[in-house]
């Protein structure tokens, strides 16, 4: 039982007011855990398809199927990463989901599900300014603006350095 207000006075200075001994410990939990994870996608299990209409098959290798080229295959092992994230942060959920889709609204979404296309409309400023958000794209780091950060530098150099002089934040590797 949590007194924070102070409502039950001690009669003790180490009694709880049903006279049991009280006994006090931090629990804490720890943050900054780094949980190493190896994903090999050239086991065919070890992938899940995002579209349920794409088929595993077994003459094809992997890496030539459509939806590994396009993107819409993922290694199980991040899938059940971002599972057991969102199930102890609802947050994280909302962050993947901006992240990715930049900024879409569930409300949207619930449009896009039923069936409800998109219909081009008058560009505006209005509508122009609403096109300028988070995005997501993969960059070498051989390639500008990160030419020369790579080199004999750390994971943490590279994040602060492209977050503090780009405005860019690096997710992974």
Do not use: W
């Amino acid at each position: 039982f949590d007194d924070t207000l102070g409502f039950f006075p001690l009669r003790g200075g180490d009694r709880s007011p049903l006279g049991s001994p009280i006994s006090m410990q931090k629990k804490g939990a720890r943050f900054g855990t780094n949980v190493p994870m190896i994903t090999e996608l050239v086991n065919d299990s070890n992938v899940q398809f995002l579209d349920q209409d794409d088929d595993d098959d077994p003459d094809t290798e992997l890496y030539l199927t459509q939806p590994f080229a396009c993107g819409t295959a993922f290694a199980i092992s991040v899938l059940d990463s971002l599972m057991s994230t969102t199930y102890f942060n609802d947050s994280a959920l909302t962050l993947i989901r901006t992240l990715v889709t930049g900024g879409a609204t569930p409300e949207l979404e619930l449009i896009l599900a039923e069936g409800a296309g998109l219909r081009g409309g008058y560009s505006t400023p209005e509508t122009l300014s609403n096109r300028d958000r988070c995005r997501i794209a993969q960059i070498a780091l051989h390639d500008n603006p990160y030419e020369g950060i790579g080199h004999n530098s750390t994971y943490g150099q590279m994040f602060t350095t492209s977050l503090k002089k780009y405005g860019q934040l690096c997710i992974g590797l």
